[in-house]
């Protein structure tokens, strides 16, 4: 039995090269550890687990993270890195690496991914997630690369949900979820749930040469528009690839508010996207809405392989 009064182990804020080597950090009430505007900090083979809330928190800064760490027993999530940068597109160089990040979600079940990736220009590559009763990672905004991982078991509580989920803007560009294994994604009672979700017209996401096996639904389109679906292999899903035309019925009346602030006030979720860094970096968002709004245009299906499922 033990019972912890301590809250967080490590606050780090505003340092610089401070790296945690070879740690186990156990039984605090809240997260482990909180890097707030810090240049170059990290964990490095280190244990994190059975906590009350996240294992690392990760806010503004830059090239901050995780490395071949186990995290586990996360009453909250697994490593949230999140910046300010959405209105600028700086970079922040972010990153979770080769870690293994699991039964996470025990005491807040839903939305504790064991990643989260908010904001510009971060990444989680070579990693393991698994056994966790909702989302393997939540990702929001921009440049944000999900490569090499293997997710598994996740989702087991969920029905209306992703493994990866992203969903309702036109502004979330160039985020790539590429060559990852994802196998045994089973949602509440047998449920169909999502695999890899771009939900509700999300934008110019690249879904190429990941593995599927044993999915209920492999990658599931909701309505969007510039994505590129390419190269991937469904093995045993049931479901594995599905694409709809949501905007143009039930969502129809969301498009209408993302119009509405457009033409209003040339903005999106109050990010500023006619002018300045957006149309420099993305010159195709000059041209929204474009001629066919609520519709899913301009997405790319190509080269992917099915057995013993269907389409």
Request: charge should be positive; proline fraction near 3%; aromatic fraction near 8%.
């Amino acid at each position: 039995v033990e019972l912890s009064m301590s809250s967080r182990l490590f606050e780090l804020e505003g340092a610089t090269n401070v790296v945690l080597r070879g740690l186990v950090l156990e039984a605090c009430r809240n997260s482990a550890v909180r890097m707030s505007k810090c240049e170059g900090c990290r964990l490095e083979d280190c244990t994190v687990r059975n906590l009350g809330q996240h294992a690392l928190i990760v806010e503004d800064g830059h090239a901050c993270g995780a490395r071949r760490c186990e995290f586990h027993g996360m009453g909250g999530g697994g490593v949230w890195l999140v910046d300010d940068n959405r209105k600028t597109l700086a970079f922040s160089d972010h990153f979770v690496e080769a870690c293994d990040i699991h039964d996470f979600g025990r005491w807040n079940r839903m939305y504790r991914p064991g990643v989260c990736l908010a904001g510009v220009g971060m990444r989680a590559e070579g990693n393991r997630i698994h056994d966790a009763p909702h989302a393997a990672v939540l990702y929001f905004g921009c440049e944000l690369l999900m490569r090499s991982n293997e997710v598994f078991r996740v989702c087991s509580e969920s029905k209306n949900c992703g493994a990866f989920y992203t969903g309702r803007s036109w502004l979330l560009r160039g985020n790539r979820i590429v060559d990852n294994r994802v196998h045994d994604i089973i949602g509440l009672g047998g449920a169909f749930t999502r695999t890899i979700y771009l939900d509700d017209s999300v934008a110019q996401v690249e879904v190429s040469g990941n593995r599927f096996e044993r999915c209920t639904w492999g990658i599931f389109l909701g309505g969007g528009r510039e994505n590129v679906i390419t190269n991937n292999v469904f093995v045993d899903c049931p479901g594995a690839l599905y694409v709809d035309r949501r905007g143009m019925n039930w969502q129809r009346k969301h498009v209408d508010g993302r119009l509405k602030e457009l033409a209003e006030r040339g903005t999106l979720y109050g990010i500023p996207c006619k002018e300045g860094p957006y149309v420099e970096r993305y010159p195709a968002i000059r041209d929204l809405p474009g001629p066919r709004p609520y519709e899913p245009v301009l997405n790319v299906i190509s080269g992917n392989r099915f057995a013993r499922g269907k389409a």
